[in-house]
T-cell receptor, first 119, second 113 residues
Framework: AQTVTQSQPEMSVQEAETVTLSCTYD???????LFWYKQPPSRQMILVIR??????QNATENRFSVNFQKAAKSFSLKISDSQLGDAAMYFC????????????????FGKGTKLSVKP | SQTIHQWPATLVQPVGSPLSLECTVE??????LYWYRQAAGRGLQLLFY??????ISSEVPQNLSASRPQDRQFILSSKKLLLSDSGFYLC????????????FGPGTRLLVL
């Protein structure tokens, strides 16, 4: 079974600085997707960025970028020019690209990293 | 564009009472639908998913059930709530084929007393 591990329960960053959140995963599959979701105090899960395992190029969305190391099974999120609105729980998630009996590949989440942004 | 709704936003229920949470999606057809639960300070746990009307798969044994009476409607129910059912319930949708990203609704906070 696949697992996702976020080893940093909490992180803190100064406004305008850069912070990197870590995520590692375990899988025997070669084709899959990886995601970072943000959960602000409102608790709605918001997609931040996604990465297809078959792509070597790291995904980027404005101030958010990932460092995807497939061999090391590592998927870290870098937030540049941190803003107060970035303060939230961040979840790393894995999804198989294989369709298991109609499941369409369910998401497997890490336990999250709470990011605080200091003004 | 697609939107996903959940209600109620907050619910306080006594132990042993029934439960019905509703999720609806707009702007898409034949979505895959999911129910997750997030206990305080913990990650998300998949409870149910559905790939079509009347098709429900359960991920964990519990006293909850799910139904999909219409293409874009997903309902989470219980006949008798337990204290351990308290948590934050999130509904999500994804495309039925080749659209692997799941998009989440605003969630329902359930407190069982």
């Amino acid at each position: 079974a696949q697992t996702v591990t976020q080893s940093q329960p909490e992180m803190s960053v100064q406004e305008a600085e850069t912070v990197t959140l870590s995520c590692t995963y375990d899988t025997s599959e070669s084709d899959y997707y990886l995601f970072w979701y943000k959960q602000p105090p409102s608790r709605q899960m918001i997609l931040v960025i996604r990465q297809e395992a078959y792509k070597q190029q790291n995904a980027t969305e404005n101030r958010f970028s990932v460092n995807f190391q497939k061999a090391a099974k590592s998927f870290s999120l870098k937030i540049s020019d941190s803003q107060l609105g970035d303060a939230a729980m961040y979840f790393c998630a894995y999804r198989s690209a294989v369709n298991y009996g109609g499941s369409q590949g369910n998401l497997i989440f890490g336990k999250g990293t709470k990011l605080s942004v200091k003004p | 564009s697609q939107t996903i709704h959940q209600w109620p936003a907050t619910l306080v229920q006594p132990v042993g009472s029934p439960l019905s949470l509703e999720c609806t999606v707009e702007g898409t057809s034949n979505p895959n639908l999911y129910w997750y639960r997030q206990a305080a300070g913990r990650g998300l746990q998949l409870l149910f998913y559905s790939v079509g009307i009347g098709q429900i798969s359960s991920e964990v044994p519990q006293n909850l059930s799910a139904s999909r009476p219409q293409d874009r409607q997903f309902i989470l129910s219980s006949k008798k709530l337990l204290l351990s059912d308290s948590g934050f319930y999130l509904c999500a949708w994804s495309g039925w084929l080749g659209q692997e990203t799941q998009y989440f609704g605003p969630g329902t906070r359930l407190l069982v007393l």
